[in-house]
T-cell receptor, first 109, second 117 residues
């Protein structure tokens, strides 16, 4: 059974810092890996999708990498802003999408 | 891109009543949809796998009689919380992937926040 772990569980940083959020998974037989953000009381917003054959994806200030062999993915956020404050979720999709517990990020002005 | 619509987004109900949540794939067909539940400050945990035309597969610890799932067509799955109690208050979300495309991303509904008073 797939297990997805996200580190750190929580992060509080001043505005402008570059951040790295980590995601690890136990079963490397995944089709893809997605990163989402969830704002308090809201649904999921898709950030990046990495197919199993890819190593990274970029969107604006966000960059996600995937290393299937080691069972790891990282989400890099450049020049963080207060608007980036949210919970970031990593989802590994084999047959069943499996969520990590998330990293709760607070960016202080 | 593909869209999954979940309705309602928020619902408040009285204890003892039943609540139905709909999950629709708007522009693709899905033989399988997944239902998740999120407890406060916890991850989204898989509740059940909804299979079109057959019974849902429930995860261990999920009460089948309380959380009724019906996958009536290739574009619609429903989750009914029966005889709701305050402890059923939670965030519920569904996901689906296009039929025959196991390598595509999973699309998620907007989620339903259920509050039982």
């Amino acid at each position: 059974k797939q297990e997805v772990t996200q580190i750190p569980a929580a992060l509080s940083v001043p505005e402008g810092e570059n951040l790295v959020l980590n995601c690890s998974f136990t079963d490397s037989a995944i089709y893809n890996l997605q990163w989402f953000r969830q704002d308090p009381g809201k649904g999921l917003t898709s950030l990046l999708l990495i197919q199993s054959s890819q190593r990274e994806q970029t969107s604006g200030r966000l960059n996600a990498s995937l290393d299937k062999s080691s069972g790891r993915s990282t989400l890099y956020i450049a020049a963080s802003q207060p608007g980036d404050s949210a919970t970031y979720l990593c989802v590994c999709s084999g047959y069943i999408p499996t969520f990590g517990r998330g990293t709760s990020l607070i960016v202080h002005p | 891109g593909a869209v999954v619509s979940q309705h309602p987004s928020r619902v408040i109900c009285k204890s003892g009543t039943s609540v139905k949540i709909e999950c629709r794939s708007l522009d693709f067909q899905a033989t399988t949809m997944f239902w998740y539940r999120q407890f406060p400050k916890q991850s989204l945990m898989l509740m059940a796998t909804s299979n079109e035309g057959s019974k849902a597969t429930y995860e261990q610890g999920v009460e089948k009689d309380k959380f009724l799932i019906n996958h009536a067509s290739l574009t619609l799955s429903t989750l009914t919380v029966t005889s709701a109690h305050p402890e059923d208050s939670s965030f519920y979300i569904c996901s689906a992937s296009p039929l025959g495309r196991s390598d595509t991303e999973a699309f998620f509904g907007q989620g339903t926040r259920l509050t039982v008073v």
